[in-house]
């Protein structure tokens, strides 16, 4: 039987909330590739102010689990759950700084014309944004097996880099004049490898809290 | 010591609705003094905690509020204690109706050797409630109040020490709840119990607080901080008298408490 009901609520609240600052930074990040792709300043701007909120959220989460800490002792599973978040919505916090630096660059490149059409830079942030996504889900359902899956999904991340990186390098070897344009490219992809890696720090940090046990997945190359 | 009740009280009116309060109040066993100059207001329906070290005068904090002091010969009040800022030491307080207004609940269960449903149908019946089913009725309320029910609804006609410390416990609140009253003072509710039978009562407690104002002294500090609203930290000076040192939402209290001493306590530095 449940007995210490009023303190699981808040813990499930907790949890919550750490979804909700996930889908925000969720939609920052592919919103601010999609103001790259339509060159859309406004939207730039919108992120950029609104990962104040997303910060704001997260020193409300942090500061919950601080109380939850201090006056309901946390043991076991439980006390990993509040470690676990404060250590989760670090990563996701950081991750919505990388969509502000996509905005900032967005802002940068302003009107100049487009150096190629984005191709792999959109599957960077499908792919980062499924996989921020099910990282999340596989921490409020608590899966381990889950969460070690998605972990290593980040190669596939660091080869759409490769890659984008490459043909960025090919075009700046070939016309000097691409160098600022290509640049900035490579910093925006640059953010989404970030962000992946980030999602696998969650991951870890799930399997943390599920087992118990503190373990690297997928040891990233960057 | 100086006391600047408005900064200890800014905090106190969670929801601005004041059920208890005291201002600038002296509790004296004959010569000695036990309390100085104690100001706070207590918020209505919530769990106001007090705390502190051994002998700072927790217990008999509690007592000035259903004026359970009056009962120890010496003892005297001064200063103001209110209930719905009624001053209840005033002369022409009915001391009884106070008391049903202001339920106790005691350190070590103390259920009467009756039964199960006389221990809870006593205090109405007390009150002039006669009739069967009436009776039935409030037995039954106040035992699911009190989340017992369950247990014993099938042994009601047993008496209430047979059964476990944590069940005679509950017993009691909901012999308190069975006159309807609107307060609950708790002496160490819990002291006596096991862990499991703490955190039912601790749990029973944050639902009551829905409809009731709650006061419990405790020793035991975790138990404040996992269950009150509120917390008010009393501890003794130089000649014994107890003194409030701070009072404030618990969740405050307990991560960045405003005074030193307050800090010292609930670290382990003292105490």
């Known amino acids: 039987m449940e007995i210490?009901?009023?303190?699981?609520?808040?813990?499930?609240?907790?949890?919550?909330?750490?979804?909700?600052?996930?889908?925000?930074?969720?939609?920052?990040?592919?919103?601010?590739?999609?103001?790259?792709?339509?060159?859309?300043?406004?939207?730039?701007?919108?992120?950029?102010?609104?990962?104040?909120?997303?910060?704001?959220?997260?020193?409300?989460?942090?500061?919950?689990?601080?109380?939850?800490?201090?006056?309901?002792?946390?043991?076991?599973?439980?006390?990993?759950?509040?470690i676990s978040v404060l250590n989760i919505i670090s990563e996701v916090e950081r991750i919505g700084d990388h969509a502000e630096g996509i905005?900032?660059?967005?802002?940068?490149?302003?009107?100049?014309?487009?150096?190629?059409?984005?191709?792999?830079?959109?599957?960077?942030?499908?792919?980062?944004?499924?996989?921020?996504?099910?990282?999340?889900?596989?921490?409020?359902?608590?899966?381990?097996?889950?969460?070690?899956?998605?972990?290593?999904?980040?190669?596939?991340?660091?080869?759409?880099?490769?890659?984008?990186?490459?043909e960025l390098l090919t075009f700046m070897a070939e016309d000097p004049r691409t160098i600022t344009r290509a640049t900035r490219l490579i910093w925006v992809a640059h953010n989404l490898e970030r962000s992946a890696d980030r999602v696998t720090n969650i991951c870890e940090r799930v399997v943390y809290m599920v087992t118990g046990k503190m373990e690297e997945i997928g040891a990233s190359k960057y | 010591m100086k006391m600047d009740s408005e900064l200890l009280n800014k905090n106190a009116a969670i929801n601005n609705n004041v059920k208890l309060s005291t201002e600038g109040v002296n509790l004296y066993y004959?010569?000695?003094?036990?309390?100085?100059?104690?100001?706070?207001?207590?918020?209505?329906?919530?769990?106001?905690?007090?705390?502190?070290?051994?002998?700072?005068?927790?217990?008999?904090?509690?007592?000035?509020?259903?004026?359970?002091?009056?009962?120890?010969?010496?003892?005297?009040?001064?200063?103001?204690?209110?209930?719905?800022g009624i001053p209840i030491y005033n002369k022409a307080i009915d001391v009884v109706e106070l008391r049903k207004r202001v339920g106790m609940v005691f350190q070590k269960p103390n259920p009467f050797p009756m039964s199960v449903f006389e221990n809870v149908a006593f205090g109405p019946k007390r009150h002039g409630i006669s009739n069967r089913v009436e009776l039935e009725e409030i037995v039954k309320k106040s035992l699911r109040q009190a989340a017992l029910w369950d247990e014993v609804k099938d042994k009601l006609e047993q008496s209430g020490l047979a059964?476990?410390?944590?069940q005679q416990q509950r017993l009691c609140i909901a012999r308190v709840l069975a006159v309807e009253p609107e307060v609950i003072l708790m002496d160490e509710p819990c002291s006596a119990l096991d862990p499991v039978a703490t955190l039912k009562i601790?749990?029973?407690?944050?639902?009551?607080?829905?409809?009731?104002?709650?006061?419990?002294?405790?020793?035991?500090?975790?138990?404040?901080?996992?269950?009150?609203?509120?917390?008010?930290?009393?501890?003794?000076?130089?000649d014994r008298a107890g003194v409030l040192v701070e009072y404030g939402p618990t969740s405050e209290l307990f991560t960045n408490p405003k005074d030193k001493r307050t800090e010292d306590y609930i670290t382990g530095r003292f105490g």
């Open chain 2, 202 to 238: 601790e749990e029973l407690m944050r639902s009551l607080a829905e409809n009731y104002t709650i006061v419990i002294v405790t020793h035991n500090m975790q138990q404040a901080a996992r269950v009150s609203d509120m917390a008010a930290f009393l501890m003794m000076e130089e």
């Open chain 1, 103 to 166: 905005a900032k660059i967005v802002i940068m490149i302003g009107d100049e014309p487009p150096l190629k059409p984005l191709i792999d830079i959109p599957r960077m942030t499908e792919k980062t944004t499924d996989m921020l996504q099910r990282s999340l889900d596989a921490f409020v359902n608590h899966n381990a097996d889950t969460a070690r899956e998605i972990a290593i999904e980040d190669d596939e991340v660091d080869n759409l880099y490769n890659q984008v990186f490459r």
């Open chain 2, 163 to 166: 059964l476990s410390g944590g």
């Open chain 1, 4 to 82: 210490r009901t009023t303190f699981r609520k808040k813990l499930r609240e907790i949890q919550d909330e750490v979804l909700v600052m996930g889908s925000m930074v969720e939609k920052a990040i592919t919103s601010s590739v999609k103001a790259l792709k339509e060159r859309d300043l406004d939207l730039a701007h919108q992120i950029i102010n609104d990962d104040l909120k997303v910060n704001q959220k997260r020193f409300e989460i942090e500061e919950k689990c601080i109380q939850l800490v201090a006056t309901q002792q946390p043991m076991a599973s439980d006390l990993r759950v509040i």
């Open chain 2, 30 to 84: 004959g010569s000695f003094q036990a309390l100085r100059n104690i100001t706070l207001d207590i918020p209505q329906c919530a769990i106001t905690a007090i705390i502190g070290p051994s002998g700072c005068g927790k217990s008999s904090f509690l007592r000035i509020f259903n004026r359970m002091n009056d009962l120890i010969t010496g003892a005297r009040v001064e200063g103001e204690v209110e209930l719905d």
